[in-house]
């Protein structure tokens, strides 16, 4: 339902000539980390093949693989965040994003942090991040689909569906936000939005049905 997909979540950087240094368990060395975006053409080949895997994934080799290199962009903090926290890493990969988000202060790794936080179930620390994320990048589907969804669970349906329901419009209808915006609809009693998901978007009614088995998640169900 969530679509935690991440695939949208990149990275922060530091020294073009450091990798990441050992640590103690739990934490990581983000003394490098700066707020650089700017990326050498092999720096780009390196990290499409950490995308590669990722989308294969592959996120423990992706891992690796993004190690083995100097961490020297945002992209690649960003990067390593997500996958830390793919790796069941949470508490260094929370570290990597809140040292992202206080220094560099962008859509990206505010995103990042609040999905951290969400995994840990810190929904209201989660949606601050999440909502702080939503003004730095408007136009980003995934972000406002993870809003969308921690309005949710915080019972903001109303304000849920007109954010997911702009998530689905910059997502060109595909994505996991159709299931969001669907359930949204159904907390809110949204027969005409329901209907306009079936005759905009092709939503079937095996899509509806499994909505509705989402909803139950929220105490309702549609009439």
Known sequence: MRGMVWGALVLLAGCAHQSVPESAPGTVDVSAIACKDVLQPEQRVDLEMVDTL??????????????????????HWLRYGQLLAASGKLDEAEQ?????????????????LGMVLLKRHEVMAALSHLERARSLA??????????????????????????????????????PVRQNLAVAYLMTDDREGLQALQSNYGFSEDEIAYAEKLSEQFGRTRQ
């Open 138 to 175: 408007p136009a980003t589907s995934q972000v406002r689909n993870d809003y969308g969804y921690a309005l949710m669970l915080v019972g903001r349906y109303e304000d849920a569906a007109f954010e997911l329901r702009t998530a689905l419009e910059l997502a060109n209808g595909k994505g």
């Open 96 to 112: 990597v994003y809140r040292t992202l988000a206080n220094r560099c202060d962008d859509g990206r790794s505010r995103h990042g």
């Open 54 to 75: 990722m989308a294969k994934g592959r996120n423990y080799a992706a891992l690796a693989q993004l190690e083995s290199k100097p961490m020297g962009a945002i992209d």
